[in-house]
């Protein structure tokens, strides 16, 4: 295998198990071996950095990289905003014009983000659960796009019994190239700024550190992993992910530690 200097993964359907969790001492030592050989690990996921702090709250002082919001902000290991991308006001308009005429509402919620506050348009404040607003530091409800006045990363919307990629068809024909819409694998649908992906944030993160991109793995499993996948030199895919394409196959699922078993067995 070449010369791994970096491990990017995705988390939801990757890294973590369905439950959210993850194997907490096996990830001790995996990322202790990684110290060992100077690999360095990130995170390369939808969601954004408050997440990300709640879900590994017990290992933020390891030195990882992160690669937030589906590319959209990277920070380095050592904690430097080193890109960020975010989206006009003009841009979040027609979003939100296209949400008001799409004749099926969100039914499990829309949110337009930070990387710490979720701003909710005021009628879908009831879809909110504490479950959800335990991810954010701050949760604010607006009646009209044109009062955030914080920049937005990203706009999700999720739905419940209904198939979302007829909104992401109409979202790509009204929208076209102005934004970059994905589907993230968990039935959502996340748009962000034109030009933002994965594997654009994953370039700025190698560029920064002085690695190539052929000396890379990465792991991913849904279409937001793509471009990232199709981008580095040792591309990784969970069982049973809902993409395709030359990548080397993870042999044990996300809900027994795949991908810190197939790390073990790389280093």
């Known amino acids: 295998m070449a ?7 995705d988390l939801d359907g990757t890294f973590l198990s369905d439950d959210k969790s993850f194997d907490k001492a096996l990830f001790r030592v995996v990322l202790d071996k990684l ?17 990300i702090n709640v879900l590994l709250a017990d290992f933020l002082d390891e030195g990882m990289a ?33 949400l008001i005429d799409f004749p ?4 499990r919620g829309l949110v337009y983000s930070t990387d710490d506050t979720a701003y ?29 006045k914080a920049p ?28 970059h819409i994905t589907e993230t694998g968990t039935g959502a649908i996340d748009i962000v700024a034109a030009g933002v992906n994965k594997a654009i944030g994953l370039k700025m993160l190698a560029d920064n550190v002085g690695i190539s991109m052929a000396n890379i793995a990465a792991f991913g499993d849904g279409e937001n992993d793509l471009e990232m996948l199709m981008a580095v030199g040792q591309p990784f895919i969970m069982p049973g992910a809902s993409i395709t394409g030359p990548f080397n196959p993870v ?17």
């Open 3 to 9: 010369n791994i200097q970096l491990i990017a993964t």
């Open 35 to 51: 110290k060992n050989k100077n690999i360095q690990l990130a995170i390369a996921t939808g969601v954004h950095q408050e997440r």
């Open 66 to 98: 992160y690669v937030t919001n589906n590319g959209a902000r990277v920070t380095n290991a050592d904690g430097q905003l080193i890109y960020e991308r975010t989206m006009s006001l003009p841009i979040l308009l027609r979003v939100q014009q296209l």
């Open 104 to 107: 099926v509402k969100p039914s």
């Open 120 to 148: 909710i348009p005021r009628e879908y404040a009831h879809i909110m659960l504490q479950s959800h607003r335990r991810y954010f530091k701050k949760v604010i409800l607006f009646d009209d796009v044109s009062e955030i």
């Open 152 to 179: 937005i990363l990203k706009v999700t919307m999720n739905w419940q019994n209904f198939d979302e990629t007829q909104f992401y068809d109409v979202a790509r024909q009204t929208l076209g190239d102005s934004v």
């Open 251 to 267: 042999n044990v699922d996300n809900n027994h530690a795949g991908v810190l078993k197939t790390i073990l067995s790389m280093i």
